[in-house]
């Protein structure tokens, strides 16, 4: 799947992804149309398919795990879980959508009931869009475009009927920190339930390997490292992708509890080498099943890996 930006999807076991940047992304069967400024490739799974900048002033609200953290701002829960959260609220224009290629349009609505139109940039842009199918089998990374009157939208591809979330990481300049706001929307259609992919440590995409080293155990600090490898050689010439050398979204299988972290380490610092392992420091909010997403760009693509953990209490 070639895009612009990112082009992601995941389809069990592998990911389809359709990343896009400034235009959409695009997503099922391993390829995608994408606008935007990088190419994205995703298929992740089975199926062949920033040290001390806002990068780690990201990472930093919980601990190490960067978008974790919001979840702690919303009365001690996960991100992602809620609707409205500070004041702030994701309102989706529409929740039941057609398949196929459409706009994606919402706002966040500010604590007086009106649009936020100024937001604080996180990571090079200033909203991340993450839409998920609810089985986990589908993985897009977008971002939107703002209006005047405080509606963002994007073109996106979504080829399957079922039941989906979208995820938008933002900072109102007024709140001052970033938080994770999420909404359930449906695409119609007929529908075939998928089961969660089965656990996996290996992701294959194109001709690019990414393997997966570490565990999760809920509530506890753990590292994970992701090594990168095309043709089987290791990739030491990993470019920076929105301020960093990887973006990891852990979703829950079940309740879609969201965390989103960063690399220790960034682009430029002076000590981050450039692959082939990227580190990321995460912790997860309980015991259960998760799928890990991860973006890299490589030669002017960006490519998403998933995978499949379990987390258990030692």
Request: net charge negative; proline share 8%.
């Amino acid at each position: 799947m070639t895009t612009h930006e990112h082009a992601n999807h995941t389809q069990a076991p592998a990911v389809h992804n359709a990343h896009a940047e400034h235009g959409a992304h695009a997503a099922h069967g391993g390829n995608a149309a994408h606008a935007g400024h990088d190419h994205h490739v995703g298929h992740a799974g089975h199926q062949a398919p920033p040290a001390h900048t806002e990068h780690e002033a990201h990472a930093a609200h919980a601990g190490a795990a960067e978008h974790g953290a919001h979840a702690a701002h919303g009365g001690g829960l996960p991100g992602g879980l809620q609707i409205t959260q500070d004041g702030y609220t994701l309102d989706l224009a529409e929740t039941i959508v057609r398949q196929g290629e459409f706009d994606l349009r919402f706002r966040i609505l500010g604590p007086d009931g009106r649009p936020v139109t100024d937001y604080t940039p996180i990571h090079d842009r200033e909203l991340h869009l993450i839409v998920a199918r609810r089985e986990l089998t589908g993985f897009w990374h977008v971002h939107p475009t703002l209006g005047p009157d405080g509606t963002w939208a994007v073109r996106i591809t979504l080829p399957e009927a079922g039941a989906y979330r979208a995820f938008t990481d933002v900072e109102p300049r007024a709140l001052g920190r970033t938080i994770t706001l999420g909404a359930d929307f449906a695409v119609a259609g007929a529908y075939e339930p998928q089961p969660v992919p089965e656990p996996d440590r290996v992701a294959v995409i194109d001709d690019y390997t990414v393997t997966l080293d570490g565990d999760l155990v809920p509530e506890q600090g753990e590292l994970l490292t992701l090594t990168v490898r095309k043709g089987g050689e290791p990739v030491t010439d990993l470019q920076p992708y929105l301020a960093a050398f990887g973006h990891l979204v852990i979703l829950r299988a079940g309740d879609l509890a969201y965390i989103h972290v960063h690399p220790n380490g960034a682009p430029g610092d002076g000590v981050t080498a450039p692959g082939p392992d990227i580190t990321f420091h995460t912790v997860v909010p309980g015991p259960g099943t998760y799928r890990l997403f991860l973006d890299f760009k490589h030669g002017d693509t960006v490519r998403t890996a998933a995978f499949t953990l379990p987390a258990r209490r030692l």
